[in-house]
């Protein structure tokens, strides 16, 4: 199994990046999001006051052991997040080990433990107002938020926490692209550094 870590900051393109790797390499490949690993805020926080962009509000050792577990060829049941309601789900999905596996999200390469367990790694950049353009689409559209609050959690949040944790992980990748060029491009980018393994 090849591991590779696509990273980058919010809405720069890498779940798009990563879905069209998927689709090209059809079974051969699966992804498994960070995002699927974040706790549930505290109940006496509301959830617009808790920092998902801080490494804290992630269950990351649970990731790292469920990578482990894909590399001995088991299969992992990996967490399900609801962004809407901002809470774990009960259920599970099943992962089975492929050939490649893509771990994709903000955070990817800048948690030591995790960026070990990436054979190569992966940083999308993209210029801050098109991916606060592409931000506000995405909450208001497929998180139910309103502009508003979208405003709110990228000055409050977002923005300080990519300066602080996520633009300063691009020294760790094999490969920075670039989060405006055409997907397919990317794409093709990326399957030559796989083939390099």
Same mark, same amino acid.
């Given at each position: ?64 052991? +469920? ?6 060829? =088991? /299969? ?5 997040? #609801?962004? @809407?309601?901002?809470?774990? %789900? ?71 926490? +990519? ?6 992980? =691009? /020294? ?5 692209? #670039?989060? @405006?060029?055409?997907?397919? %491009? ?12």
């Amino acid at each position: 199994m090849v591991v590779i870590g696509i990273a980058g900051g919010s809405a720069s393109g890498k779940s798009t990046v990563s879905a069209a790797l998927q689709v090209r390499l059809g079974e051969r490949a699966s992804i498994l999001h960070h995002d699927r690993y974040y706790l549930s805020p505290p109940p006496d926080l509301p959830p617009q006051r808790w920092n998902y962009d801080h490494p804290d509000s992630l269950e990351t050792s649970l990731l790292v052991e +469920h990578l482990r577990e894909l590399k001995a060829g =088991r /299969v992992i049941s990996a967490p399900r997040y #609801d962004f @809407a309601n901002h809470r774990r %789900e009960e259920g599970v999905d099943r992962i089975e080990p492929r050939e490649v596996l893509f771990v994709e999200g903000i955070l990817v390469l800048a948690v030591p433990e995790l960026r070990r367990q990436l054979d190569r790694k992966v940083f999308v950049a993209c210029e801050s107002d098109l991916r606060l353009l592409r931000r506000l689409r995405r909450d208001i559209s497929e998180r139910g938020r309103d502009a508003l609050g979208v405003l709110d959690q990228y000055e409050q949040t977002v923005r300080p926490m +990519h300066a602080c944790y996520v633009y300063p992980s =691009r /020294v760790h990748a094999d490969l920075v692209l #670039d989060g @405006a060029r055409p997907v397919a %491009e990317s794409v093709e980018r990326v399957l030559e550094l796989i083939q390099a393994v």
